[in-house]
């Protein structure tokens, strides 16, 4: 089932669910409703328990892999929640039990382009080795056809397609518009096409508190993304901005972010501009951040990590209009399955591509008043991401557009300003422009009585229902250029319309008029070139942290010699690069990759001399933070090596977790030291008994089988890495 978010899918999923549980040919089936995600499984488990007259039972929810067997092994009836992750074996299974023979067993997976494709030793495979008589069927707004994922190939053909075109005829979303309002990074535009398309996969991923993150390429663009000054230039121009949308259309904002520091950096250089947004209560203040996190995070980020139920709590206030949580800034929280109808703008700081791009501007999709469309607005630069989704979306069918470039929006406005001015051809309402209110509400009698005069059968009719249209499309690019000409125009063809309208209601608002003068009218600030033109701004500010002495580094940091001082940092971080190559090999390669980016941006001139030496301090302080990370996990520097080594997959981290993958690395280092030998590298048959040594312990602790045969080759790589100081 195709069916586009925001547009009722769980509801067809509901209601899917009391059609074949009322089937007399599936003899009381049993449903499993699966997802792969906590939050996504809480929230369809929410809506079917509202509707448990409809399922003709109360539906259960598994909170474990225990738990879920029992519930699977009954002779009949049931609707079963699950997240896909509890179709793992045992530690001491290798295949996963099969739980049920029977037939009238029906799966339906939400979300069913993602987690439903590994058929070897995935979860995929494990769930149908549990149920392998069941009936799979699947609902997704964003199907995938690539060369190893292929949505069809898994469920079989399309059911029923409910795409975008069909979904906003019907008015079960609205539009989404998409507007470009770049900062640029401080990298010439030639080098972004080599930053890795893996940065939009590794986003859909949950965030770890120390993973190893800050030792990939992504971290090397997070850098970049995150320096003070486009912060700073981001929050003067996104408040500026939303001050426009609030003129024009009020509703609530999701600011996305592409790690957890830039989201706390740039809240804080909004609360600097707008402290009244700030509040240490969750229950009051504008603005907030949605993210996990833990007790060892830095301090600062402490007000900003909340639990579970604080989290669900903060939700109902923000998908509440009159609650005055209006802000939120995330990393990949609340991007999916999270439905918030007065959520009208979504400005978008982090690479994202592909089904996970759609699925998080659908956020904005959800119908809700008067709201014309939904509104991305885009700092990173997303733009050619949109178009390859929107291709892979029209290649498997769909019709609709993902999202419409404002140009569209700027063109409808200015068609209904046309007409508007056309129907007050002759009539002079320069005196609008005025300072004195007097004048202005003296002016609205006269054009309401030339608009009845020129057209007295439908003149009221058409002029309100033109301006309500324009003030519809106005309200999706409040911004452009186009639109702050013709401002104070469109705030006096409101206020007619509004006196049209309260004069035929006696009910209305008496405040109705004065906020329709006042709508538009108010003062914006434009953020102009600035937000363009990055190199012109101020520098950055100097860091005074290293693994260096801070002494010597404000030395080096003050050199009037800028070249040499970068060649000085350059060989002083190359060398601990060196010596950290002897004991950790992951950490050693991800800072030589860090360090090879920043010294090639510099020599490319995408970076100024002051610029690089600024990075070279920030990778410093990467380096220095890792240094005690082992630490944190209880682990000496050899099992912190191998802890390295075993969350180089972050896909590891998020099924096992730190600590799981700590008790290995301490295990490895034990067995591995004890069986290693002098030359024992250059040994085939021993490699090969090192090899199924490592293996098992893996597969003793239930490490992820698809990534077992990496970490075995990273584990032993590490492992020749130190075999001579423990074979010396």
Request: charged letters at 30%; one cysteine or more; hydrophobic letters at 40%.
């Amino acid at each position: 089932m195709w069916h586009t978010q925001g547009s009722g899918k769980s509801l067809s999923m509901t209601f899917y669910a009391g059609r074949i549980i009322g089937e007399p040919e599936m003899k009381n089936p049993t449903l499993v409703v699966l997802t792969d995600r906590n939050d996504l499984d809480d929230q369809l488990f929410g809506q079917f328990a509202r509707c448990s007259q409809l399922l003709r039972q109360a539906p259960q929810q598994s909170d474990s892999r225990g738990q879920l067997q029992k519930l699977l092994s009954v002779a009949s009836g049931g609707v079963v929640f699950t997240t896909i992750q509890k179709f793992f074996p045992a530690k001491d299974e290798t295949v996963y039990p099969k739980l049920s023979d029977r037939r009238n067993i029906v799966v339906m997976a939400d979300e069913a382009h993602r987690s439903q494709y590994d058929m070897i030793d995935g979860f995929a495979r494990h769930m149908r080795d549990a149920l392998p008589n069941a009936t799979f069927i699947g609902f997704t707004g964003t199907p995938i056809e690539l060369g190893d994922k292929n949505t069809q190939a898994v469920f079989g053909n399309y059911i029923d397609i409910y795409d975008i075109q069909q979904a906003v005829k019907d008015n079960a979303t609205v539009p989404i518009y998409y507007e470009s309002r770049l900062v640029k990074l401080e990298l010439e535009e030639r080098q972004l096409p080599k930053i890795d398309e893996e940065f939009g996969q590794v986003t859909e991923g949950e965030e770890e508190s120390k993973r190893e993150q800050l030792k990939t390429k992504w971290a090397a663009l997070e850098a970049v993304v995150g320096t003070e000054r486009r912060l700073k230039l981001i929050a003067e121009d996104l408040v500026a901005h939303w001050d426009k949308r609030q003129e024009a259309m009020a509703g609530k904002a999701m600011i996305v972010c592409m790690s957890r520091r830039i989201c706390v950096d740039l809240y804080n250089a909004l609360v600097a501009l707008r402290p009244e947004w700030h509040s240490e209560d969750d229950d009051s203040g504008a603005l907030k951040i949605i993210m996990t996190g833990l007790a060892s995070d830095p301090l600062d980020w402490q007000p900003h990590i909340r639990s579970k139920q604080r989290r669900k709590e903060m939700a109902k206030d923000f998908k509440n209009p009159e609650h005055q949580f209006q802000i939120v800034i995330v990393r990949d929280m609340w991007l999916t399955g999270f439905d918030a109808p007065c959520l009208t703008t979504m400005y978008v700081d982090k690479p994202m591509q592909g089904h996970g791009l759609m699925q998080a501007i659908a956020r904005v999709n959800r119908v809700f008043r008067d709201k014309p469309g939904g509104l991305v607005v885009d700092y990173l630069g997303i733009a050619d991401q949109l178009k390859k989704a929107m291709h892979t979306y029209t290649q498997s069918g769909g019709r609709g557009e993902t999202a419409i470039d404002t140009a569209e929006a700027v063109a409808a406005m200015l068609e209904k300003y046309e007409v508007c001015c056309d129907m007050l051809h002759g009539f002079d309402w320069s005196v609008w422009k005025t300072d004195s209110v007097a004048d202005r509400l003296a002016l609205l009698g006269p054009a309401q009585e030339y608009l009845l005069a020129a057209d007295p059968a439908d003149g009221k009719e058409r002029w309100c229902r033109t301006v309500y249209d324009l003030s519809r499309a106005y309200a999706l690019c409040p911004t452009h250029a186009e639109a702050e000409r013709i401002r104070e125009d469109v705030a006096f063809f409101q206020a007619v319309r509004s006196a049209f309208l309260k004069r035929e209601s006696g009910e209305r608002d008496p405040a109705e008029l004065d906020h329709a003068i006042r709508q538009l009218v108010s003062r914006a600030v434009s953020a102009g070139d600035e937000v363009i033109d990055v190199f012109s701004a101020a520098g950055l500010e100097r860091p005074d942290i290293s693994i260096l002495s801070d002494e010597f580094l404000a030395e080096v940091r003050d050199m009037p010699q800028r070249n040499l001082a970068v060649e000085l940092l350059r060989k002083l971080l190359k060398g601990e690069i060196k010596t950290r190559r002897r004991k950790n090999v992951v950490q050693s390669r991800s800072f030589a990759e860090m360090l090879k980016k920043a010294i090639n941006s510099y020599h490319n001139r995408a970076i100024t001399t002051q610029e690089v030496l600024d990075e070279l301090i920030r990778l410093a302080k990467h380096m220095r933070d890792a240094e005690g990370r082992g630490e944190q996990l209880g682990l000496n520097d050899d099992e912190s090596a191998f802890y390295d080594a075993l969350a180089a997959n972050e896909s590891a981290v998020d099924v096992m977790g730190d600590a799981q993958l700590a008790v290995i690395a301490q295990e490895l280092v034990e067995k591995v030291k004890a069986n290693a030998s002098i030359d024992w590298q250059l040994k085939e048959t021993v490699r090969a008994k090192m090899r199924v040594m490592v293996r098992r312990i893996l597969k003793k602790y239930g490490y992820p089988p698809d990534l077992q045969e990496s970490a075995t080759r990273t584990v032993l790589e590490q492992a020749e890495v130190l075999c001579g100081e423990w074979v010396g």
